[in-house]
């Protein structure tokens, strides 16, 4: 057995599951979807990545009707209900539900911004804001409304659009009968009533 074998401590029950294991430390990828032609260091991974192609939800959650993929996923996701916030900021204190918000939030302190646009000189602390950056270059509008013609480039966007359709006004005034369906529009009725 080659010693580029041995580069943790992990322990395993098989060869086979330690073989496989390693190859995430060399970077070897054997196993391929045929969907998306993506490679994968072992046979349970792509099993659990063929799992988003088909839609294969089968970790469900017993407190609301949400389901996963991966029995990982579920755990986390289960915090939301227990209130389990296990990751601490060892800066300002605040606590997270998984470890990834904590790397996310530590830049805050570091003033990290590993994601540069390539169009602009911005740069971004989380990768899934410099994607929505893109948008403002591409022009690129993944969410379309199911009641007009309209598309956004952000869900939230949408969401806020969709009140219109349905007359929901979630912001309501505390000083008069009046309610809103943005909070900027609150903010504004206040201002301009001083209230």
């Known amino acids: 057995m080659s010693s580029s074998f041995y580069h943790c401590e992990k322990q395993f029950t098989s060869v086979n599951e330690r073989n496989t294991h390693s190859r995430t430390h060399i970077g070897e990828k054997l196993f391929l979807c045929s969907i998306c032609q993506k490679y994968f260091s072992g ?3 792509l099993k659990i990545h063929l799992r988003k192609h088909l839609g294969e939800k089968p970790y469900h959650c017993s407190q609301c009707p949400k389901a996963f993929s991966q029995n990982g996923h579920l755990k986390i996701h289960f915090r939301i209900h227990s209130g ?36 602009c000189p911005k740069a971004f602390s989380i990768n899934s804001t410099l994607k929505k950056h893109m948008r403002t270059h591409s022009g690129e509008k993944p969410y379309p409304c199911n009641q007009c013609p309209k598309a956004f480039s952000e869900n939230g966007t949408l969401k806020k659009h969709l009140r219109i359709h349905s007359d929901e006004k979630p912001y309501p005034c505390n000083k008069c009968p009046k309610a809103f369906s943005e909070n ?12």
Do not use: A
């Open 184 to 195: 900027s529009n609150l903010k504004k009725h206040i201002r301009i009533k001083n209230l």
């Open 84 to 119: 389990e916030t296990p990751y601490s900021c060892n800066q300002c204190h605040k606590t997270f539900s998984e470890n990834v918000k904590l790397k996310q939030h530590l830049r805050i302190h570091s003033g990290e911004k590993p994601y540069p646009c390539s169009q």
């Open 43 to 45: 046979n349970s991974n």
